[in-house]
């Protein structure tokens, strides 16, 4: 290279960051569906608000397990930014949450699904913050 040559540098495409980060909040939801479905037929699909406690404990733990999961799959999937790729399954949250919410027939009360919704999503931006915790030790 010469001084007169031009330095070209080939821009960051933009389009494959987002797909990455779309991507890794798709699969993260996927995850969190099949573990919640899989958990909850096997529960038999219960009210937990009428549930004795060890039920509602069960239905606990799928939905704390299934949201570091999907968390923390849209985490490891998303490579140099764990925490924003596990923000990415937040939406597709919070569409699944407001049909429940609005759209479907409930089997408990509103603001005992709204306390569930809130707690996978939290349990899902936990999954991130594992991964990256658990890659800054490393």
Known sequence: MTVSEPLIIRPRARWLVFLRL?????????????????????????????????????????SLLSGLTGGG????LGGPRPFRHALAVVPWLMIDSTYVLFFSARKDPFWFELVAALGLIGA???????????????
């Open 22 to 62: 779309a991507g890794a909040g798709t699969f993260g939801y996927a995850a969190i569906v099949l573990l919640t479905s899989l958990g909850f037929g096997a529960l038999g699909n219960p009210s937990f608000y009428d549930a004795d406690w060890a039920l509602r404990a069960k239905g606990f733990l799928v």
């Open 73 to 76: 799959l849209a985490a490891l």
């Open 124 to 138: 899902t931006l936990a999954g991130g913050l594992l991964v990256r915790q658990f890659r800054q030790v490393r």
